[in-house]
């Protein structure tokens, strides 16, 4: 059963990129490379500046997310540098290729065991992290919806007409919120495990807990503030509204298991921007892919091939034989 699982994942991404690819070029016919283009050399190169920056802005808040997840372990001998560099390796990868065997807990645990983390406690970190980034989510889209609950009025094509209702999406936003304060309530008072099948999940210390609220927050801020910097000023596209439609759309694209989110992330962020010129908005996510993707995941291959030629040569000198253990730890990274 397990093996049918490994299968079918894949193969709804796949299907997802498909039809997802389709229904972008229905979206898109008519529109011609030369407006893209245009598109795109007309962003300034300040706002490039400016998105690049946001982009480093999001890969540092996800090296907090593996800081924080060890300073919950209480592991505090392992770099900045190396977290950082671990980090973005894993998430340039595992954004491009999607639930793969490059994808974070394979990554993650090739690096920290060569920092002397045993296989539970990179586990328990890989889990943090993903739970740090979801509750980022469910905070920013709790705070979105409760300010402007027409926002999902937008995403009417892709959700029934009883959510885009504002006062369901304010009930629904609320409602989000309100995970996040029994979250922190749950920290704060130190309460019991939750028990799901065989997995227990702990709440953090309160310290910890705050470090998320801060951290996931931000991941997400500095990725859509990508996408915002590439859009026309003159058209003074909200914030707000970019936030929102980038959460709707990266949620989409995360459910969707589609690798990179290809086709799923630009269907929705298209449909929910109505407002904005086309090619002015494919050229923003396309300079999103290229800054918060492409670039990154080519500079992660670069840092896997280092890593595992340092560890190889480390065996081949004869400082510890295959097999015999954790490797002791790499100065590249």
């Known amino acids: 059963m397990k093996n049918v ?3 079918i994942w894949p193969l709804i991404g796949l299907v997802a990129v498909v039809v997802s690819c389709w229904l972008l070029y229905r979206e898109l016919r008519g529109l011609s490379l030369d407006d893209v283009w245009d598109s795109l050399t007309a962003i300034p190169g300040q706002r490039y500046a400016l998105a690049g920056a946001s982009t480093i802005v999001a890969y540092l808040a996800l090296a907090w997310y593996d800081r924080i997840a060890l300073l919950h372990l209480g592991v505090r001998h392992i770099s900045w540098l190396f977290v950082s560099v671990t980090s ?3 998430y340039a990868l595992s954004h491009n290729i999607g639930a793969s065997v490059f994808s974070g807990a394979v990554v993650r645990y090739r690096a920290y065991t060569s920092k002397g983390l045993g296989a539970p406690q990179i586990a328990v970190l890989v889990a943090l992290c993903s739970f740090t980034f979801g509750l980022g989510t469910i905070l920013l889209g709790g705070a979105v919806l409760t300010l402007d609950p027409t926002l999902l009025h937008r ?3 892709f959700l029934p007409a009883a959510l885009t209702n504002p006062a369901t999406a304010r009930i629904v936003g609320m409602l989000l919120l ?3 304060v029994l979250y922190v309530v749950g920290s704060i008072l130190h309460l019991p495990p939750v028990v799901i099948r065989r997995a227990k999940l702990e709440y953090p210390r309160p310290t910890i807990m705050v470090r998320q609220l801060l951290a996931a927050p931000l991941e997400l801020l500095g990725a859509a503030g990508i996408i915002y ?3 026309p000023a003159h058209l ?4 707000v509204v970019v936030l929102a439609v980038f959460l709707a759309s990266f949620s989409a694209a995360l459910v969707s298991h589609a690798p990179g989110g290809l086709g799923v992330f630009e269907l929705v962020f298209l449909t929910a921007m109505p407002d904005i010129p086309k090619p002015d908005v494919l050229a923003a996510l396309i300079v999103f892919r290229l800054f918060y993707l492409l670039i990154p995941f080519a500079l992660s291959l670069v840092v896997v091939v280092l890593f595992e030629r340092a ?6 000198r004869g400082r510890l034989a295959p097999g015999d253990g954790p490797l002791p730890p790499s100065p590249l990274i």
């Open 5 to 7: 699982r490994e299968f």
């Open 311 to 316: 560890r190889l040569a480390q065996a081949w």
């Open 88 to 90: 973005f390796t894993t």
């Open 229 to 231: 910097f590439a859009l």
């Open 178 to 180: 309100g995970f996040v």
């Open 155 to 157: 995403l009417e094509d």
């Open 236 to 239: 003074e596209p909200n914030f």
